[in-house]
Nanobody, 123 residues
Framework: VQLQASGGGLVQAEDSLKLSCAAS????????MGWFRQSLGKEREFIAC????????SYEDSVKGRFAIFRDNAKNTLYQRMSGLRPEDTGVYYC?????????????????WGQGTQVTVSS
């Protein structure tokens, strides 16, 4: 499967953004999906994940209540709605796919990755 992330940008603190990840070349609802973030000088970190049919989600603690991951399997697209953005949310956001039936919260659990989209939050 090939993944193409989009929707990043430069925003101010407390603004909102919606990221998209378009999938092609595979059967989208076979894959559990996740969003990861890599900030300058830091390792790639888990943000959120969703199971194949969207029935279960998991979030990193700092984004709970502010971010929402969801998917539209008919459109082969994963989304992440982000609100109440903070400067510490700045980074490159990657979408990723894996075949496990469960929600996976580690980068090593994902086999396919998109190219990333930059989100910059100014204070």
């Amino acid at each position: 499967v090939q993944l193409q992330a989009s929707g990043g940008g430069l925003v101010q603190a407390e603004d909102s953004l919606k990221l998209s990840c378009a999938a092609s070349g595979g059967t989208f609802d076979w894959y559990g999906m996740g969003w990861f973030r890599q900030s300058l000088g830091k390792e790639r970190e888990f943000i959120a994940c969703v199971t194949q049919r969207g029935e279960s989600t998991s979030y990193e603690d700092s984004v709970k209540g502010r971010f929402a991951i969801f998917r539209d399997n008919a459109k082969n697209t994963l989304y992440q709605r982000m609100s109440g953005l903070r400067p510490e949310d700045t980074g490159v956001y990657y979408c990723a796919a894996q075949f496990s039936g469960a929600g996976v919260t580690t980068a090593s659990g994902y086999r396919w990755w998109g190219q990333g989209t930059q989100v910059t939050v100014s204070s």
